[in-house]
Structure formats: structure tokens, C-alpha cells
């Protein structure tokens, strides 16, 4: 079996890999499973289930939990709002703030301390939005629009405070 669409995020020298897409009796499920890779053992192992299954997402680390949001349920045939953030302390995935409307194909990143949102798809047309998550007010904020409408887009933060 394969998985593809899944996340991705780095935390303390593991590669926490979430959700996707695999093709089971003729027909592509979005996944719940959570793996993670330890550079140290060299071995995989799964963790706590994820709250929902999910495929075409995004993901990022942020301050030391695993962030995904958006993404597709093959399933159901159904955009995602949802995000959930996963503490690797505890093995617990708990809901978080949602995103302000479906979504997949987005990018997430951290930028100056804080999670932005980027892009996406809606189903019917790529998105030029940005948002950033405003911890006081535990809301997502509306800023400046992308240029261009993107979707798959991996976003990186380099030195002097860009992101490409």
C-alpha cells in the first residue's frame, strides 16, 4: 500500500508524518495514523490516532507541537476547516482554532513566532489568501493577499525574516 498527500513536520530529531491518502479496495481513504521516525533508533513507530482522517493538508511545528490544517476527506468527499495541533509529550491530538473556511493544498508555516497560513484550494479555485493566527484573540486574521493564487506551495522561512 501506498500513502501519498500526507504532512510532514520536524520535532526534537523526529519526522512526525501525518494522514494521506491510500488506495484500499479500488477506492483512495483518507488516513488517521500518525508516524514518526526516530533519527536516533532509525525506526518508525505509530502514535495517537489523529482526530479526524485527512489527506491534501499542510503541517508545521510550532512551539514544540504538530500543527495540520485543512486538507480533504476522500472519504466523504469533504474540504476541511479543521485544525488540530498534536502535543508529542503527551500523545494527545486536541482540536484548534478553525481555519475561516475549507480548505486544502495549503501551506503552513511559522513566521516571527507566530503560524501563517497560505493559499490553498477551495475545491473549484486556488486561493490567494493569507492567514495569521492571533493567539490573544484565538482567531484567524485576514493579511495582505498573495499576488498570485497558489495551491501545493511549501512555504520556508530562510534568515532576515522571508518567506519563499
Given amino acids: 500500500m501506498y500513502v501519498d498527500f500526507h504532512g510532514a513536520s520536524v520535532?526534537?530529531?523526529?519526522?512526525?508524518v501525518t494522514g494521506g491518502r491510500?488506495?484500499?479496495?479500488?477506492?483512495?481513504?483518507?488516513?488517521?495514523?500518525l508516524q514518526v521516525?526516530?533519527?536516533e533508533?532509525?525506526?518508525?513507530?505509530?502514535?495517537?490516532?489523529?482526530?479526524?482522517?485527512?489527506s491534501h493538508h499542510s503541517s508545521v511545528a510550532f512551539k514544540g507541537k504538530i500543527f495540520i490544517a485543512g486538507g480533504y476527506m476522500e472519504q466523504t468527499s469533504t474540504y476541511l476547516d479543521s485544525v488540530d495541533h498534536y502535543d508529542p509529550i503527551t500523545n494527545v491530538w486536541t482540536a484548534?482554532?478553525?481555519?475561516?473556511?475549507?480548505?486544502?493544498?495549503?501551506?503552513?508555516?511559522?513566521?516571527?513566532?507566530?503560524i501563517i497560513c497560505l493559499g490553498g484550494s477551495d475545491?473549484?479555485?486556488?486561493?490567494?489568501?493569507?492567514w495569521e493566527?492571533?493567539?490573544?484573540n484565538k482567531n484567524w486574521k485576514s493579511l495582505k493577499r498573495l499576488s498570485r493564487s497558489r495551491s501545493h506551495a511549501i512555504a520556508?522561512?530562510?534568515?532576515?525574516?522571508?518567506i519563499i
Fill in 11 to 16: 520535532i526534537d530529531n523526529k519526522i512526525y
Fill in 123 to 130: 475545491g473549484l479555485y486556488m486561493l490567494s489568501d493569507v
Fill in 96 to 114: 484548534f482554532t478553525k481555519l475561516p473556511k475549507p480548505q486544502c493544498y495549503t501551506s503552513l508555516c511559522c513566521f516571527q513566532n507566530k
Fill in 133 to 136: 493566527y492571533d493567539e490573544t
Fill in 41 to 54: 533508533s532509525n525506526s518508525w513507530n505509530y502514535r495517537a490516532q489523529m482526530t479526524q482522517a485527512r
Fill in 156 to 162: 520556508h522561512v530562510i534568515p532576515y525574516n522571508s
Fill in 22 to 33: 491510500s488506495y484500499e479496495n479500488g477506492t483512495h481513504v483518507s488516513r488517521d495514523k
Fill in 37 to 39: 521516525y526516530s533519527i
